[in-house]
């Protein structure tokens, strides 16, 4: 089956970090650009962050830029998000969703559930 | 506020049409191609409309997408409970080397 599950949500306080992670299943990982997309409670969607199928080319929202890093490992079949100097306007619910190309500016095919990031002291 | 703007809310009638727009500027729509996702209450979002008219395998073809300079639009034709959802426009902006996203239009069958 085709799908993505996000882990790695929680509680956590305002300046602390946390490691978000993403497995893909059922088609072939490398070959495509990946995203994380987040979605605060009872807001729209934010992309936050992109990566080439490769991991040469990463992108980032100017919200997120300096606080976030996007990684990812082919072999593993996972997308990764290190959240780091977390605020309270980081609270949402983190997409992973898969592109249908290469490079990350073509669309979104793939989403996963999400995963639950909550930033209070 | 958001890159791309659409209204907050849509409403219409079982059977009916109704509209969405969505308008962006010259770095987004104006020179990417448009896509829609829909997302019912309670889950992910999950891919409507891209490449500005293109249908997934299984969207039906009551949705149906156009583009025009820099604005779009999502049209919804003989409406049905089950499309009562948010939808979402989404452009690459090349200024801004990422994706935008619409606001989001809660659409209401009445």
């Known amino acids: 089956e085709v799908e993505l599950v996000e882990s790695g949500g929680g509680l956590v306080q305002p300046g602390r970090s946390l490691r978000l992670s993403c497995a893909a299943s059922?088609?072939?990982?490398?070959?495509?650009?990946m995203h994380w997309v987040r979605q605060a409670p009872g807001k729209g969607l934010e992309w936050v962050s992109g990566?080439?199928?490769?991991?040469?080319?990463?992108t980032y929202s100017d919200s997120v830029k300096g606080r976030f890093t996007i990684s990812r490992d082919n072999a593993k079949n996972s997308l990764y998000l290190q959240l780091s100097s977390l605020r309270p306007e980081d609270t949402a619910l983190y997409y992973c969703?898969?592109?249908?190309?290469?490079?990350?500016?073509?669309?979104?095919?793939?989403w996963g559930r999400g995963t639950l990031v909550t930033v209070s002291s | 506020q958001s890159v791309l703007t659409q209204p907050v809310s849509a409403s219409g009638t079982p059977g009916q049409r109704v509209r969405i727009s969505c308008s962006g500027s010259?770095?987004?729509?104006?020179?990417?191609?448009l896509n829609w996702y829909q997302q019912l209450p309670g889950t992910a979002p999950k891919l409507l409309i891209y490449?500005?008219?293109q249908r997934p395998s299984g969207v039906p073809d009551r949705f149906s997408g156009s583009k025009s300079g820099t604005s779009g639009s999502l049209a919804i034709s003989g409406l049905q409970s089950e499309d009562e959802a948010d939808y979402y426009c989404?452009?690459?902006?090349?200024?801004?080397?990422?994706?935008?996203f619409g606001g989001g239009t809660k659409l209401t069958v009445l």
């Open positions: 969703a898969k592109d249908v190309g290469q490079l990350g500016n073509w669309y979104f095919d793939l």
């Open positions: 989404a452009a690459w902006d090349d200024s801004l080397n990422g994706w935008v």
């Open positions: 010259r770095s987004n729509i104006g020179s990417n191609t």
């Open positions: 059922g088609f072939t990982f490398r070959d495509y650009a």
């Open positions: 990566i080439n199928w490769s991991g040469a080319t990463i």
């Open positions: 490449s500005n008219h």
